[in-house]
């Protein structure tokens, strides 16, 4: 027998509640609501506080149904209201009083599959009451995994909803990069029981009040349940660097005035990376320069006042300001408004330059000098707090509040041992750009003695030098200098940053037929070796021994396919090793750090007979989706035309393939160096068949791939001539339009690529 399950659940940020009953649905306006579900027997109705009662009631038809009525609630906005009704089991544990259930499908219970988020989420209650000193009203907590859901978590007061893949994880899986997952997103929907659903921002123009706080005491409480994270490096990487690349070119401030968000306003749009992760940027520089015992302190104050109402941004200035002036050791060079209001109401960061010989800093707003037209004006300053330190010894902190400040105690010697590194470990959200002098010191220093400078520094210099590269603010010799070191970096969030800039994903295929391939080979392969045959030894001899390493399961991979991509022959054997280990043994587990190179170069350097084993386990009914996912990549990787044509055609048949994976096939085989013209070829001669399927939007996807080859008119004529027969006239401008910028990005980066080749030449021997 097949029983059907129902499952109902709600979502109400931003705007839904009123949709499911008639209120007025602003964040401000706050009250207490009673609710009662009427619902088959058979299930269980869940709300943000505990059920009071259950009784049966019979309609016209006599059909029983039950209706379970739900204490008061305390006093909160609409947005937070929320109600599950599914036949789920749970798993339980009281902390502190505070009944929490963890509730998912029945076999997934059984299984175990919530056991590593239920012993995490009261540790994680705990630590947000202890520092913050302020108690969590409710009596309970659900915590509901659902099979599908359009957020990755919602924190409903008392009632928050999940997508079961974040929240679930095998027993037996020990990885810690699984674990890190699951521990943010639940860290994320804590933080916000007290920033957002105790304290409720007025307006959504400050959304960031909920969501950077959130975004912020998310890595705090992970890091309190995993301690083997690296507080400051995994903030970094996930949320101040991955920003900072996306903030120059968004042109929206933190805190929009309240007037500006109104009306048609979409609000879904303000739920982006500024207000996550700038957010959190802006509280990590705060709590940075306050001292974080201060900013505890006025965080604690901020939510004892405006518990159950609501407070703006200029509310937490306010409480902060109250805190600085009842202490004298820390100083401030301005009110806290006048310093954190230069953070969230201008668009963008400041980058720093810095002239050694007279000790000069100025600033100005980081833009794009390649697209910069001389009509706009950024005048724009900040108040920024510089972490500095010298030759190795940390300095006091010091500030810039204006466009230029002359700062003697930063002016060097002739001594090359004399240097000066600024922003130390992140502290502020903001570049800098070092002269010529003291990056030749710096270089010369990360050679000699790379751990004289701190790992997030040495993350930030690279990926600072990277971005002032791509924004035209220094020459791509510069940041080539300060890879020439990397022989002795251990670090593989480090190498992870230097490849994604030296070998994007998006450039793999392209970078393979021009002349800077061997030089790059030489170059990077020197470097890569020891760090290389440090994790295939782990690979080859025990990888479970990786399991509490975070970057690893993060990073390795990639490190591990630029090897094997730039032609080393140990990672070639070694992935031939362990993929002929999977074909005589399917029941073998490719270490999954680096399931998906291993498969792919395991076919690459392989013949049809690999092909075919891949193409076997691929139909094999039992494979999971994230294995279909690496199958299905790893058939791309063949080296012979006749298997990718062949692939492509297997593609086309409805009877092997679920339609969805049609258009993956292409778009993996389009981004292979020799799958491009194959691709293409296919679609073009099968276009009626996949325009049915697909319609434009495969078409969209594989014209963008293309477009990384396009170097001159005649190529993009050559698309032209099909997309003209097949496309609307708006959408043959706008592909156009898409090529022609593609080929002058293309001319710029083969310009990149020949300075790129230059400096190779010169410098692969040393």
């Not at 330059?353 to 950024?378: A, I, M």
Request: glycine share 4%; hydrophobic share 40%.
């Amino acid at each position: 027998m097949y029983f059907l399950s129902m499952l109902i659940a709600s979502q109400m940020e931003p705007t839904y509640a009123r949709r499911v009953y008639p209120c007025f649905d602003e964040p401000a306006m706050k009250a207490t609501f009673n609710i009662r579900i009427i619902h088959d027997p058979s299930y269980v109705a869940l709300s943000n506080m505990p059920a009071i009662d259950v009784s049966e009631v019979k309609d016209e038809n006599g059909s029983l149904w039950t209706v379970t009525t739900f204490n008061t609630s305390l006093k909160m906005s609409t947005y937070l209201t929320a109600f599950v009704i599914c036949d789920f089991d749970y798993v339980t544990r009281t902390e502190r009083g505070n009944e929490i259930r963890i509730w998912a499908r029945k076999e997934a219970i059984k299984n175990g599959y919530l056991n590593y988020a239920l012993n995490i989420t009261g540790p994680i209650f705990s630590f947000l009451e202890d520092i913050l000193n302020v108690s969590y009203p409710l009596p309970k907590t659900d915590l509901v995994a659902l099979p599908d859901f359009g957020a990755g978590g919602m924190e409903n007061w008392g009632l928050m909803i999940f997508q079961e893949a974040s929240l679930m994880n095998l027993p037996s899986d020990e990885f810690t990069s699984r674990k890190a997952m699951i521990a943010l997103i639940v860290s994320h929907e804590l933080g916000h029981q007290w920033f957002g659903n105790l304290v409720t921002m007025n307006w959504w123009n400050d959304l960031w009040l909920n969501e950077g706080l959130a975004s912020y005491f998310e890595y705090l409480g992970a890091t309190f349940v995993e301690p083997k994270l690296s507080l400051d490096k995994i903030f970094y990487a996930h949320v101040v660097q991955p920003v900072l690349r996306e903030d120059s070119e968004i042109a929206r401030s933190l805190s929009e005035s309240e007037d500006k968000i109104k009306g048609s306003f979409p609000l879904m749009s303000l739920f982006d990376n500024i207000t996550y992760s700038k957010g959190a940027s802006i509280t990590w520089m705060l709590s940075g320069f306050l001292t974080e015992k201060l900013f505890i302190r006025a965080l604690t104050s901020y939510l004892k006042e405006f518990s159950f109402s609501n407070a703006n941004q200029d509310d937490l200035w306010t409480y902060i300001q109250m805190v600085i002036d009842a202490q004298d050791e820390v100083h401030l060079p301005a009110p806290v408004k006048q310093i954190m209001d230069s953070w969230t109401c201008q668009n963008g960061f400041p980058v720093l330059t810095l002239n050694l010989t007279t000790g000069t800093v100025r600033q100005e707003q980081f833009f794009n000098k390649k697209n910069r037209k001389s009509t706009d004006s950024y005048n724009n300053t900040w108040i920024i707090p510089i972490s500095w330190m010298r030759n190795g010894s940390s300095q006091p902190l010091t500030w810039l509040d204006k466009s230029s400040k002359m700062f003697p105690e930063m002016q060097v010697s002739e001594s090359e041992y004399d240097w000066i590194l600024l922003n130390v470990n992140l502290s502020g959200y903001y570049r800098v750009n070092y002269d010529q002098l003291n990056l030749k010191r710096l270089a010369r220093l990360l050679e000699n003695d790379p751990k004289a400078i701190p790992a997030v520094s040495r993350f930030q210099l690279i990926d600072d030098v990277f971005a002032l590269t791509d924004f035209g603010y220094v020459p791509i010799e510069t940041a080539l200098e300060l890879t020439k070191y990397l022989a002795r970096e251990d670090e593989l969030f480090i190498w992870n940053v230097v490849l994604l800039n030296l070998i994007p994903d998006s450039l793999e295929s392209t970078l393979k037929n021009h002349e800077v391939y061997p030089l790059l080979k030489k170059y990077l392969l020197k470097r890569m070796l020891p760090i290389y045959h440090y994790y295939a030894g782990f690979i080859r001899q025990n990888a479970d021994a990786l399991e509490d390493d975070y970057f690893a399961q993060a990073y390795l991979e990639k490190l591990m396919a630029t090897a094997c991509w730039l032609g080393l022959q140990d990672c070639l054997d070694l992935s031939s090793e362990l993929f002929a280990k999977w074909r005589d043994n399917p029941e073998y587990k490719i270490p999954f750090l680096i399931r998906r190179t291993v498969c792919c170069y395991g076919v690459a350097v392989g013949s049809d007979k690999e092909w075919n084993f891949v193409w076997e386990r691929y139909n094999h009914t039992d494979s999971v989706e994230e294995d279909e996912d690496v199958l299905l990549y790893a058939m791309s990787c063949a080296k012979e035309s006749w298997l990718l044509h062949r692939y492509l055609q297997y593609g086309l048949s409805d009877t092997l393939f679920s339609s969805n994976c049609t258009s993956v096939i292409i778009l993996h085989v389009v981004t292979k160096d020799i799958g491009h013209r194959i691709a293409w070829e296919f679609v073009t001669e099968n276009w009626p068949l996949l325009s049915q399927g697909y319609g434009h939007e495969l078409l969209h996807d594989v014209l963008k791939v293309m477009g990384r080859f396009v170097k001159t008119d005649v190529q993009i004529q050559e698309l032209q001539v099909f997309y003209n027969a097949t496309l609307e006239e708006d959408e043959r401008e706008a592909i156009t339009m898409l090529l022609e910028s593609a080929k002058l990005e293309n001319i710029e980066r083969r310009k990149l690529l020949i300075k790129v080749a230059n400096w190779l030449e010169k410098n692969v021997d040393d």
